[in-house]
C-alpha cells in the first residue's frame, strides 16, 4: 500500500521531504520536533516508485464546546510532498487515505492550519472548511497593551511552568469560551520549548498565559490568553521580561473585535461531528498554538 505510517527509522527520508518545502528550517528544526513529535502513529506518508515522497503529521487534539460536549480531533501539520513529484495528486491521495483511516478510527475531525493564505482555496476539495479565527495586535513598546476593564496587578508563578500545570492553566482560561482546542499537555510542552529555543518563554500567571517567542528586535506571542481587566498586567510581565521595539500577539477573536480573521479549517468525519461542528461556526472556534 503506498500509504504508510513513518517511525524514527523513516527519519532520514522525512527530513529530506521537509527541508524541501520548508527551506527557512533547519536540520536541527527538523530533528527537534521529530525528537518530541515523530512516533509510529504520528506521520503518514506515500511511497512512490520506491521511496518516502510525500508526508503529514497527525497530531492530537480535542475540540472542546461550552455544553460540554467534545470532538476527537487530528491536527493535520507539516503537509509537505517533494518538489519533483508534486502536480501528480500524491498529496490528494495521501491526505484522503488519511481521512478514511482516521474515520475509521473514530477520529471525529480533522482540522489544520494552511501555511499560505493561497492554501484555504486549495483544501476545499478535501471537504475543509473554515473554522477557527484569532485577532492579531501589532504593539510598540511604550504603549500599553490594551484592556478592557481596570489595570489589575498579577503575580507570576514560575511553578506553573510544568507542562501539566500550563495545561491546566490554559484549560481554565478558555473554559468559557464558546467552542476551542484542547491539546494535550505533551504539545503545548512542545510550543513552549520551540519559543525557548528561540529566546522565548511561557509567562504563566494566576489570570492570563502567553507563549513568546523573539524574534529579532520583536516578540511574536503565539498565544494569549488573559481574564478581562488583566491584559495590562500580563503585558507589563512580557514587556519586564523581553527588551524590545514591540509585540505581534495572537488571541481568541471576540465579537466586537474588528480585525478577528480565519486562521483555520475543519474537516468533519461523521454525521455527527459535521452537525455539532457546524452549530458552533458563528461562536468564533479558536484553535491556539499551530505550531508555526
Known amino acids: 500500500m503506498p500509504l504508510v505510517f513513518a517511525g524514527m527509522d523513516m527519519a532520514p527520508s522525512l527530513r529530506k ?12 528544526d527538523v530533528d527537534f520536533f521529530f525528537s518530541h513529535a515523530l512516533n509510529s502513529e504520528s506521520c503518514a506518508a506515500w ?21 460540554g460536549r467534545k470532538l476527537d480531533l487530528k491536527y493535520i501539520y507539516a503537509a509537505a510532498t517533494l518538489t519533483e513529484f508534486r502536480g501528480r495528486g500524491i498529496f490528494g491521495n495521501l491526505l484522503t487515505g488519511v481521512h478514511e483511516l482516521m474515520r475509521g478510527r473514530g477520529v ?13 482555496n486549495y483544501y476545499p476539495r478535501f471537504g475543509y472548511k473554515p473554522y477557527f479565527y484569532n485577532t492579531t495586535q501589532s504593539i510598540e513598546t511604550g504603549r500599553n497593551f490594551e484592556v478592557s ?26 473554559k468559557d469560551h464558546s467552542v476551542w482546542v484542547k491539546w494535550p ?17 511561557a509567562i ?17 506571542i503565539r498565544e494569549w490568553l488573559c481574564r478581562p481587566g488583566y491584559e495590562a498586567a500580563l503585558g507589563r510581565a512580557v514587556a519586564e521580561r523581553f527588551k524590545v521595539s514591540g509585540f505581534e500577539l495572537r488571541r481568541p477573536a471576540r465579537p466586537e473585535d474588528i480585525n478577528s480573521h480565519v ?6 468525519l461523521n454525521n455527527g461531528a459535521d452537525n455539532l461542528i457546524d452549530e458552533y461556526k458563528d461562536r468564533l472556534p479558536y484553535m491556539g498554538p499551530a505550531f508555526d
Open 149 to 174: 476593564g481596570g489595570g489589575r496587578d498579577i503575580s507570576l508563578d514560575a511553578s506553573a511552568e510544568s507542562p501539566q500545570k500550563i495545561a491546566d492553566l490554559r484549560n481554565r482560561l478558555l
Open 108 to 120: 471525529d475531525a480533522c482540522f489544520l492550519r494552511p501555511a499560505q493564505p493561497s492554501l484555504f
Open 263 to 268: 486562521f483555520g479549517m475543519i474537516k468533519p
Open 204 to 220: 504563566p500567571h494566576e489570570k492570563g498565559f502567553a507563549i513568546c517567542e523573539k524574534d529579532g528586535d520583536k516578540v511574536w
Open 17 to 28: 521531504i521537509w527541508l524541501d518545502a520548508f527551506p527557512e528550517d533547519g536540520p536541527e
Open 185 to 201: 499537555e505533551g504539545l503545548l510542552d512542545l510550543a513552549v520549548l520551540q519559543a525557548q529555543r528561540f529566546g522565548g518563554t
Open 47 to 67: 511511497v512512490q516508485d520506491g521511496q518516502l515522497v510525500s508526508m503529514v503529521f497527525l497530531l492530537p487534539g480535542e475540540l472542546a464546546f461550552s455544553n
